[in-house]
Nanobody
């Protein structure tokens, strides 16, 4: 079992930056690939970024490539999502996910999820 806890969300203005954190706990958490998804009201949960357990490979959706950066600190069992130049349509609940084998983009393939953190971007 793996437990994930996200933090770092909040209310920001367009153009601002935020860094989300996802602390993982449980057995062998360093072996898990980590990913970030988001879900806006009335919409499906969508893939944003993923990183291999080793930190050697990163994957991004086209919608955030160049603005968002995923990283992983195995010493702290923590994954991060650095979000720059935020826009109102980035408003959503952001979720961290973990899986031993996959790196996305289907949410159904990930075994473990955090509870989510709200990000609201005002214009």
């Amino acid at each position: 079992q793996v437990q994930l806890v996200e933090s770092g969300g909040g209310l920001v203005q367009a153009g601002d930056s935020l860094r989300l954190s996802c602390v993982a706990s449980g057995r062998n958490v360093k072996n898990y690939n980590m990913a970030w998804f988001r879900q806006a009201p009335g919409e499906e949960r969508t893939f944003l970024a993923a990183i291999k357990w080793s930190g050697t490979n990163e994957y991004y959706s086209d919608s955030v490539k160049g603005r968002f950066t995923i990283s992983k600190d195995n010493a702290k069992n923590t994954a991060y999502l650095q979000m720059n130049d935020l826009m109102p349509n980035d408003t959503a609940v952001y979720y961290c996910a973990a899986d031993l084998y996959v790196t996305g983009p289907r949410s159904a393939d990930f075994d473990y999820w955090g509870q989510g953190t709200q990000v609201t971007v005002s214009s």
